[in-house]
C-alpha cells in the first residue's frame, strides 16, 4: 500500500516541499544515527506543515520547517526522505486544497502510520491548529515522525512546543534538541527534559511512560464514547475475521484514535494488511480495493464509499441516524455466543467517568481472555524434532480438540486469517520452551503489571 502511495503521490506530481531550518546543530554522527533507528530516540525529526496560497489562488500544504534537517545523504535516501515528505503534507491536511483563511479553529491532535515496503512503521503524531496573527490566515500543522508507539506521550510533548511556538519558532529548537538527546524511558519510567523559557527560566518537563507499554498508543475513551459496548464488539468481530472496515467521522482526532482502539482489540495479534487511520482525499479510491483494511474517511466523502458492499462502514458522528451504514449481517453471528456474552458483561463494569488506565484495565480483562480460550491452548499443538528444525503446527489435531461447536466453527474461520498465520510462523521459528506458552506468558505479565501499579499507587 505504501509503495502503490508513492507511486501516486509522483504521478499526481505532489510540489517539492519548501523547506527552512532554524536546526544549527552539526549532523548527527553514525552513532546516533545508529541509536535511533534502533529505537532509542524519542522521534527522527519535526516538521511543521503550512498551507500555502498557490498562483492558482488554491491553499497547497508545504513543509516550512524541519528539525533535524538532513544533510549527507545519498541519491536514493534523499528521494527516499522526498517522497515521505510529501506524504507526510497529505496526511497532516487530508481534506487536499479545499481551504480558506480563517478566524478561529479548534486545535485537534491526530495521528496517522506510514507503512513501509518492508512492512516496517513509523507514527506520524500531528497537532494542527491556527498560527498567531491578526485578520483570517490557514491553520498549519505540527508533525512528530517517530517509530515509537505512545501517543499520550507525543500529545503532551505537542503541549510544550506549542507553549514554545507561542514565544518564537526559535524556542522550539532547543527543546526538541533536548528530547532527541534524551533516552526512551522504559514502560512505567519517566525521563526529565531541562529547557529554557523566557520569564520563566528553567523548566523541567517529565515524560512518563504507562506500565501498559501495549496500549500505550491507545485511548479507548473515544471508542467507547462513539459506540455502545454491544456495537464495539460487532466491529471486534469484523476485524477478528480481518473483514473490510471503513469509519466515518468528520474529526480526524475521531478517525485516528478510534481506528487504533480497534486494532489494539486484537492484541496479541497484529493488523496485518491496510491501515490507514485518515484517508487523503487523494487516496480515496483505496476503498475499492478488495484485500481487507481499516481506514478512517472524513464524512465530507461519505458517499465516495458508502456504495461499496461487503465491507462494514462505522459512523462515528454525533448527528448519525444509524452506526452501521454498510455491514454484510452476520456480524453477531461471527463470535461464539458464550464468549461474546463475557466479553459484553466484562464491559460492564467500565465507569462512566474511567481515567485511561481504569479503562485499559477493563478492556484488556475483556478481550485477552477471549484468545486465551479459544486459541491460546495452540502451543501444545506445535510439534518440533530433537535437531533444532522448525516446529509444525498440527491446526486439525489443534481444532479438533475444541469441545463447544460454536466455539470450534470460530476457530477454523480464525485460523485462516493472516494475523494467526504469521503469528503461528513466528511461532514455529521459536525454539522449544518449557513455559506453558506465549499466551500464558502475556496474562503473566499483564497480572504482573497490574500489580505494580497497584503497589505504585499505595506509594
Given at each position: 500500500?505504501?509503495?502503490?502511495?508513492?507511486?501516486?503521490?509522483?504521478?499526481?506530481?505532489?510540489?517539492?516541499?519548501?523547506?527552512?531550518?532554524?536546526?544549527?546543530?552539526?549532523?548527527?554522527?553514525?552513532?546516533?544515527?545508529?541509536?535511533?533507528?534502533?529505537?532509542?530516540?524519542?522521534?527522527?525529526?519535526?516538521?511543521?506543515?503550512?498551507?500555502?496560497?498557490?498562483?492558482?489562488?488554491?491553499?497547497?500544504?508545504?513543509?516550512?520547517?524541519?528539525?533535524?534537517?538532513?544533510?549527507?545523504?545519498?541519491?536514493?535516501?534523499?528521494?527516499?526522505?522526498?517522497?515521505?515528505?510529501?506524504?507526510?503534507?497529505?496526511?497532516?491536511?487530508?481534506?487536499?486544497?479545499?481551504?480558506?483563511?480563517?478566524?478561529?479553529?479548534?486545535?485537534e491532535t491526530f495521528s496517522f502510520v506510514?507503512?513501509?515496503?518492508?512492512?516496517?512503521?513509523?507514527?506520524?503524531?500531528?497537532?494542527?491548529?491556527?498560527?498567531?496573527?491578526?485578520?483570517?490566515?490557514?491553520?498549519?500543522?505540527?508533525?512528530?515522525?517517530?517509530?515509537?508507539?505512545?501517543?499520550?506521550?507525543?500529545?503532551?510533548?505537542?503541549d510544550e512546543v506549542e507553549k514554545r511556538?507561542?514565544?518564537?519558532?526559535?524556542?522550539?529548537?532547543?527543546?526538541?534538541?533536548?528530547?532527541?538527546?534524551?533516552?526512551?524511558?522504559?514502560?512505567?519510567?519517566?525521563?526529565?527534559?531541562?529547557?529554557?523559557?523566557?520569564?520563566?527560566?528553567?523548566?523541567?518537563?517529565?515524560?512518563?511512560?504507562?506500565?501498559?507499554?501495549?496500549?500505550?498508543?491507545?485511548?479507548?475513551?473515544?471508542?467507547?464514547?462513539?459506540?455502545?459496548?454491544?456495537?464495539?464488539?460487532?466491529?471486534?468481530?469484523?476485524?477478528?475475521?480481518?473483514?473490510?472496515?471503513?469509519?466515518?467521522?468528520?474529526?480526524?482526532?475521531?478517525?485516528?484514535?478510534?481506528?487504533?482502539?480497534?486494532?489494539?482489540?486484537?492484541?496479541?495479534?497484529?493488523?496485518?494488511?491496510?491501515?490507514?487511520?485518515?484517508?487523503?482525499?487523494?487516496?480515496?479510491?483505496?476503498?475499492?480495493?478488495?484485500?481487507?483494511?481499516?481506514?478512517?474517511?472524513?464524512?465530507?466523502?461519505?458517499?465516495?464509499?458508502?456504495?461499496?458492499?461487503?465491507?462494514?462502514?462505522?459512523?462515528?458522528?454525533?448527528?448519525?441516524?444509524?452506526?452501521?451504514?454498510?455491514?454484510?449481517?452476520?456480524?453477531?453471528?461471527?463470535?461464539?455466543?458464550?464468549?461474546?456474552?463475557?466479553?459484553?458483561?466484562?464491559?460492564?463494569?467500565?465507569?462512566?467517568?474511567?481515567?485511561?488506565?481504569?479503562?485499559?484495565?477493563?478492556?484488556?480483562?475483556?478481550?485477552?481472555?477471549?484468545?486465551?480460550?479459544?486459541?491460546?491452548?495452540?502451543?501444545?499443538?506445535?510439534?518440533?524434532?530433537?535437531?533444532?528444525?522448525?516446529?509444525?503446527?498440527?491446526?486439525?489435531?489443534?481444532?479438533?480438540?475444541?469441545?463447544?461447536?460454536?466455539?470450534?466453527?470460530?476457530?477454523?474461520?480464525?485460523?485462516?486469517?493472516?494475523?494467526?498465520?504469521?503469528?503461528?510462523?513466528?511461532?514455529?521459528?521459536?525454539?522449544?520452551?518449557?513455559?506453558?506458552?506465549?499466551?500464558?506468558?502475556k496474562i503473566v505479565e499483564y497480572q504482573?503489571?497490574?500489580?505494580?501499579?497497584?503497589?505504585?499507587?499505595?506509594?
Open positions: 500500500m505504501w509503495s502503490s502511495f508513492r507511486a501516486k503521490l509522483n504521478r499526481d506530481q505532489v510540489k517539492e516541499p519548501c523547506q527552512e531550518s532554524l536546526d544549527s546543530a552539526p549532523v548527527d554522527t553514525t552513532a546516533r544515527e545508529q541509536r535511533y533507528m534502533s529505537g532509542h530516540y524519542f522521534f527522527e525529526y519535526l516538521v511543521v506543515v503550512s498551507l500555502k496560497k498557490s498562483k492558482e489562488g488554491a491553499y497547497e500544504p508545504q513543509i516550512t520547517y524541519q528539525f533535524p534537517k538532513r544533510d549527507g545523504m545519498v541519491r536514493f535516501q534523499k528521494e527516499e526522505e522526498e517522497k515521505t515528505l510529501k506524504a507526510i503534507t497529505l496526511f497532516c491536511f487530508p481534506e487536499g486544497i479545499s481551504w480558506a483563511p480563517l478566524t478561529e479553529y479548534h486545535s506510514l507503512t513501509e515496503i518492508d512492512g516496517s512503521r513509523r507514527n506520524g503524531y500531528c497537532r494542527r491548529l491556527l498560527p498567531h496573527g491578526n485578520g483570517a490566515r490557514p491553520p498549519e500543522a505540527f508533525c512528530i515522525i517517530s517509530r515509537l508507539a505512545c501517543f499520550g506521550l507525543f500529545s503532551k510533548i505537542f511556538h507561542q514565544i518564537s519558532m526559535a524556542m522550539i529548537y532547543p527543546f526538541m534538541q533536548s528530547l532527541r538527546e534524551a533516552a526512551f524511558p522504559a514502560p512505567g519510567n519517566t525521563v526529565k527534559i531541562k529547557s529554557f523559557v523566557p520569564d520563566k527560566g528553567t523548566e523541567i518537563i517529565s515524560l512518563t511512560r504507562p506500565l501498559d507499554s501495549w496500549l500505550e498508543h491507545v485511548d479507548f475513551r473515544t471508542l467507547f464514547r462513539c459506540l455502545t459496548n454491544e456495537e464495539v464488539v460487532l466491529v471486534f468481530a469484523a476485524a477478528v475475521m480481518e473483514r473490510r472496515i471503513v469509519f466515518i467521522a468528520v474529526e480526524l482526532s475521531t478517525l485516528s484514535q478510534v481506528i487504533h482502539a480497534v486494532a489494539a482489540l486484537l492484541y496479541p495479534f497484529t493488523w496485518q494488511h491496510t491501515f490507514i487511520s485518515i484517508v487523503p482525499e487523494i487516496l480515496i479510491d483505496v476503498v475499492m480495493a478488495p484485500t481487507p483494511y481499516l481506514l478512517g474517511v472524513q464524512k465530507r466523502l461519505m458517499d465516495q464509499v458508502t456504495d461499496q458492499t461487503d465491507l462494514l462502514v462505522v459512523d462515528l458522528s454525533e448527528d448519525r441516524k444509524d452506526t452501521f451504514l454498510v455491514q454484510i449481517g452476520d456480524e453477531k453471528s461471527i463470535l461464539p455466543p458464550k464468549l461474546q456474552d463475557e466479553i459484553l458483561q466484562a464491559l460492564r463494569n467500565r465507569k462512566e467517568k474511567s481515567t485511561v488506565e481504569e479503562l485499559n484495565s477493563v478492556v484488556s480483562e475483556a478481550f485477552l481472555p477471549f484468545f486465551v480460550k479459544t486459541v491460546g491452548h495452540f502451543d501444545l499443538y506445535v510439534t518440533r524434532n530433537s535437531k533444532g528444525q522448525p516446529g509444525v503446527f498440527q491446526s486439525r489435531a489443534f481444532y479438533k480438540t475444541i469441545k463447544s461447536k460454536t466455539t470450534r466453527h470460530f476457530v477454523k474461520k480464525f485460523l485462516q486469517t493472516q494475523m494467526f498465520d504469521l503469528f503461528i510462523q513466528e511461532v514455529e521459528q521459536q525454539p522449544a520452551s518449557p513455559q506453558q506458552g506465549i499466551f500464558h506468558k504482573e503489571q497490574k500489580k505494580k501499579e497497584k503497589a505504585k499507587k499505595r506509594h
